[in-house]
């Protein structure tokens, strides 16, 4: 066999080790080595067996780079290797005496903070388990693959081979048992905030009706204070229709179903228009101003890119200064149609501007002061945008300065491909 | 017949112009606050007889701002709206705090008015 033979001395527990390198094939390093040693020096080609499975999973790991997987796998991997070495000094003082030694604490921060961080890129509780099953399949197979080339031998003085298995299916399992408890806590955070902030987002425009259709039973009302009321009461109405239109369409983006799309031939400057409409209906305030121009015809979902506009214009109005117009700009030429709102007001920060497409209840992280998240709105208006313009394949982008304040673009091509599956 | 001073927090707009509209009226005052800083200020410089606020606002919340206000004058009279339900942990603010759940009918707020006007008023 052509190798190179190397004494490895990483770490007293171990026994001698050496390393193999067979011409054309990964580095496996053996022999007279027991699991948790096996895992320890092979690691690498572990995770890479594993971060292939992992992107078979689905599309929303690609929320999360290569690097970061790898990380957390080696992680959770190093912490096994750490259990299992407890778990073998304990097997060795339990046949001394009978006491339960304590478990060490701490080797399960990867496993905890794993879930937690799979749960903010939209795994389910299937695909976490699958994980881990991958993880346990990737290190018995290359294990056993030794084995069966005679390799590694286990010394008579080891362990027989089941019970460092079992080690090992212990470890991973408590691993497993601590993601999904962050992964949960996650969930229940998550709900919690989402509950909070409906409260606040679709309570209080209700509330508001409420109170003002007592109000308008009150005879003495003057025309004027009537009229004010009814205007009110639509505002709030408008309102509560967004957020409730952008919650259906989040529903089933969380089902895994996307938002359908129904295309037909449409102009957008008419779609444009009749939303600035709305909106300023409900503004009477704010000042607008429109500019359309050049060939808008696109096949396209009217009522959902009609809700994109909506979704856009009051995000304007929201975060806007008052005193300052809002403008939508929509151009077409031989290769798309490009839509811009902008609003004048303080810029948003950079930070902001990166997750700004992300709902919040999936933007939440562990490390997040949920008391300041369940102050800002439920950010599914521009998460809800997003999908709709990608379904249609197109693309928004969004950029934020004092001078310019803040500009969305909205670019759609006018032949449309089939949207790659997400 | 004495008026009761209400101080109001909201930072809806919509709901904030409403609710002041319907409180106004014989043997009430209100002044109406978008940010729990802005009604801390004014609670300073003079304390209404009930505060109602909403719990969540943009800054200090409507709970934090209840624990300052309660912490100076255990007696004040304070309303929290809030859409959640909070059990028993209201209760420890304050011997004078109540909940009001989100949305209430005015009849809610009416019934609790009542209640301050009746524990205010000398037998």
């Known amino acids: 066999m052509m190798g190179t033979l190397r004494a490895s001395l990483r770490s007293k527990h171990l026994p001698l080790s050496f390393v193999i390198t067979p011409r054309n094939s990964k580095t496996f390093h053996v022999p007279a080595m027991n699991l948790s040693a096996f895992i320890s020096h092979n690691s690498d080609a572990i995770v890479d067996d594993w971060e292939v499975f992992a992107k078979t999973l689905l599309p929303v790991a690609d929320t999360m780079s290569s690097l970061a997987l790898r990380d957390h796998c080696r992680e959770i991997l190093q912490a096994t290797v750490a259990d299992m070495q407890t778990r073998e000094t304990e097997s060795e003082r339990a046949a001394k005496a009978q006491g339960n030694a304590p478990q060490e604490a701490g080797a399960d921060t990867a496993a905890i903070a794993h879930g937690a961080l799979r749960h903010l890129s939209g795994f389910d509780l299937v695909q976490l388990v699958a994980e881990f099953r991958a993880l346990r399949a990737s290190v018995l197979a290359l294990w056993s693959r030794q084995k069966a080339v005679g390799l590694s031998a286990v010394s008579p003085s080891e362990d027989s081979e089941i019970e460092q298995i079992m080690r090992f299916n212990e470890a991973i399992d408590q691993a497993l048992a601590a993601s999904i408890d962050s992964y949960s806590t996650a969930v229940t955070t998550s709900r919690d905030m989402f509950l909070a902030v409906l409260g606040h987002d679709l309570r209080s425009p209700l509330q508001a009706i409420s109170m003002t259709g007592r109000l308008l039973l009150r005879p003495e009302l003057s025309g004027e204070a009537r009229q004010a009321a009814a205007m009110r009461i639509e505002r709030c109405s408008t309102t509560m229709g967004l957020l409730i239109n952008d919650l259906l369409e989040f529903t089933r983006t969380r089902l895994g179903s996307g938002i359908p799309l129904a295309r037909t031939a449409c102009d957008l400057g008419t779609i444009c228009t009749t939303a600035l409409e709305t909106i300023r209906a409900g503004n009477p305030e704010q000042s607008f101003e429109e500019q359309i121009s050049g060939d808008l015809v696109i096949s396209a979902d009217g009522p959902r890119l009609h809700q994109v506009f909506l979704n856009l214009l009051s995000n304007a109005v929201q975060h806007g200064d008052r005193d300052k117009p809002i403008s939508l700009k929509a151009t077409g030429n031989a290769h798309g149609i490009e839509v811009r709102v902008q609003n004048f007001g303080r810029p948003i920060a950079p930070a902001a501007l990166q997750k700004i497409f992300e709902p919040m209840v999936r933007a939440t992280s562990p490390e997040t002061d949920t008391s300041e998240l369940s102050k800002s709105s439920l950010g599914l208006g521009l998460f809800i945008v997003r999908e709709i313009v990608v379904g249609h394949g197109g693309s928004v982008t969004v950029q934020s300065a004092q001078d310019e304040g803040t500009v969305f673009t909205i670019r759609l091509p006018l032949a449309h491909e089939p949207a790659a599956p997400a | ?123």
């Open chain 2, 1 to 123: 017949m004495k008026t009761l001073n209400i101080m109001y927090v909201e930072d809806n707009t919509e709901l904030r112009d409403a609710l002041a509209e319907m409180l106004a009226g014989p043997g009430r005052a209100v002044v109406a606050f978008a940010t729990g800083e802005a009604a801390l200020a004014a609670w300073a410089a003079g304390a209404p007889d009930l505060l109602v606020t909403d719990i969540g606002l943009p800054g200090m919340s409507g709970t934090d701002l209840t624990r300052i206000v309660v912490a100076r004058n255990p007696a004040q009279w304070v309303a929290l709206c809030s859409g959640y339900e909070h059990g028993g942990h209201v209760s420890t603010l304050g011997k004078n705090v109540r909940t009001l759940p989100k949305p209430f009918v005015f009849e809610q707020l009416q019934a609790l008015i009542d209640e301050v006007n009746d524990a205010l008023s000398p037998p």
